[in-house]
Structures are given as C-alpha cells and as structure tokens.
C-alpha cells in the first residue's frame, strides 16, 4: 500500500527535470500556465497542476499537502539518492523502484512512531554517520528532499520566501515536537544555485535577510541563530543560519 504520494514542485524547467529518473511514480507539479510545456517535455510523467496564482515556493509547497495529504516532496534537480552508511569504494547509488519503496517505507514509520515531518540525511558525508543511531527524532529537516503526514498541524507561511525548510522544522518541532529522520539515506542536488527557473528567481541577499528576521520573530532568537563562519566553512551570505532547538 502506497504510504503518501511523491510529488516535484517544478517552476520553470520543463526541459531540466532531474529527478523523475532518480525515484519512480513521481509527480509533476507545476502552474496551470506551464501544464503544455511540461507536458511537452516529459512524455509519460504525471503532471498536475495549480493554480497561477500560487507563487512562491511556500505557497507551492502548502498548495501540495492540502492537496495531496500524505505527500513527500522532492526539487526538480535530484541526480540521485545515496547510501551514506557506506565502505570505501562500495557502490552507493540507490535504483529508482529501492528509492520509492524507501520513502514509501520511512513515511510509514513516522507515522507509526507518531509523527508528521519526515525526511533523510542532509549530510552526505560517511565519516560523519552515527551506525549506533540512524534514525533522529528532532531538528532540521532540509528543503530538498522531506514529507508531511495528513492530520498534521502544519503548513507553510507565505511570509517565508527562501527558507520553508527552516520554517517547517521549527513548526514541527513546535506543534508536535516528534520527527523522523532516516539518516542512512540521502538526496544529492547538482545545480543548485546556478539553475535558472525554480527558486532560483527569488533567491537573494534581500530574501534571505527577510527570512531570518520573520523566522527570529516567530520561533525566537534563540531557536534561529546566525551561522559564524570559520577556516573550515565560510559563509555564502551574512544571513545563513543556524536551527537550535531545546530538546
């Protein structure tokens, strides 16, 4: 039994979807506006579409889980799903039919342990996998690649312009304090910053200061904190971010 629905919302890359050959019986989302081009362009992919009027990431975002109930939802740009529990030069590629059995099988277990927000690891890195503790229970859970469980009280802001992950997490941890993290898998992005269309258009300096401050004054200074940089990691922007939460 299908657990939720995986959807890609998708904004003006009807040529550059990636991801419905990293996961199978994936679905397209996407403004009614673009329906042909997408359609056009990737033969044999479900496509459904929203309303114009629905602009934002966040807005997509809480247009897909009214929607759809159960949903996880994936970006466009997904090369592939990895195993990061892995030993030196040991394949680490997860097929698409294993990818959405996976989701199908993580989303069962959150909604088996009680909880509404699901997702994996955003840090790819085996060095830094814990074996003894591979599912988390708290904290963040990245934009990329996560899922919302029906009968959850969440939701996204349309206040929140870049940062619905942030947003997300923090409202989770609020409303239901409980979430389920698979840390031995992971979603690989390619592209990110530089892909024209998606959220690419309303990524800047500006969003991200606007962002920080609606998250601060919503969740406290506390819970989102200024990330510092270091010889090790150097800021990409003065408004990146750190989630803290106290359990």
Same mark, same amino acid.
């Given at each position: 039994?299908?657990?939720?629905?995986?959807?890609?919302?998708?904004?003006?890359?009807?040529?550059?979807?990636?991801?419905?050959?990293?996961?199978?019986?994936?679905?397209?989302?996407?403004?009614?506006?673009?329906?042909?081009?997408?359609?056009?362009?990737?033969?044999?992919?479900?496509?459904?579409?929203?309303?114009?009027?629905?602009?934002?990431?966040?807005?997509?975002?809480?247009?897909?889980?009214?929607?759809?109930?159960?949903?996880?939802?994936?970006?466009?740009?997904?090369?592939?799903?990895?195993?990061?529990?892995?030993?030196?030069?040991?394949?680490?590629?997860?097929?698409?039919?294993?990818?959405?059995?996976?989701?199908?099988?993580?989303?069962?277990?959150?909604?088996?342990?009680?909880?509404?927000?699901?997702?994996?690891?955003?840090?790819?890195?085996?060095? #830094?996998?814990?074996?003894?503790?591979?599912?988390?229970? *708290?904290?963040?859970? !990245?934009?990329?690649?996560? @899922?919302? +469980? &029906?009968?959850?009280?969440?939701?996204?802001?349309?206040?929140?312009?870049?940062?619905?992950?942030?947003?997300?997490?923090?409202?989770?941890?609020?409303?239901?304090? #409980?979430?389920?993290?698979?840390?031995?898998?992971?979603? *690989?992005?390619?592209? !990110?910053?530089?892909?024209? @269309?998606? +959220? &690419?258009?309303?990524?800047?300096?500006?969003?991200?200061?606007?962002?920080?401050?609606?998250?601060?004054?919503?969740?406290?200074?506390?819970?989102?904190?200024?990330?510092?940089?270091?010889?090790?990691?150097?800021?990409?922007?003065?408004?990146?971010? !750190?989630?803290?939460?106290?359990?």
């Amino acid at each position: 039994m299908e657990s939720c629905k995986i959807v890609i919302p998708s904004h003006k890359r009807a040529t550059r979807v990636r991801t419905t050959a990293v996961v199978e019986n994936t679905i397209i989302c996407v403004p009614d506006a673009q329906a042909d081009d997408y359609q056009r362009n990737n033969p044999g992919c479900e496509i459904v579409t929203h309303p114009d009027s629905v602009i934002g990431l966040a807005r997509k975002r809480d247009w897909i889980i009214k929607h759809f109930g159960s949903v996880f939802m994936l970006d466009d740009d997904i090369a592939s799903m990895q195993r990061v529990y892995t030993e030196p030069g040991e394949k680490s590629q997860v097929d698409p039919a294993t990818a959405y059995a996976l989701i199908q099988a993580t989303a069962d277990a959150c909604r088996q342990a009680g909880a509404f927000l699901f997702s994996f690891s955003h840090v790819p890195a085996p060095v #830094l996998y814990n074996p003894m503790g591979p599912i988390d229970l *708290a904290g963040y859970h !990245t934009g990329c690649a996560h @899922g919302v +469980l &029906s009968g959850s009280k969440l939701w996204y802001s349309p206040e929140i312009r870049v940062n619905e992950d942030y947003w997300i997490s923090c409202l989770n941890a609020y409303e239901h304090r #409980l979430s389920w993290k698979d840390t031995r898998f992971y979603f *690989a992005q390619k592209d !990110t910053f530089v892909n024209p @269309g998606g +959220l &690419s258009e309303f990524r800047n300096v500006e969003a991200e200061e606007a962002d920080f401050k609606l998250l601060q004054r919503v969740f406290g200074s506390d819970i989102i904190t200024l990330k510092k940089s270091s010889a090790k990691s150097k800021l990409k922007h003065p408004f990146q971010k !750190t989630l803290k939460l106290p359990f």
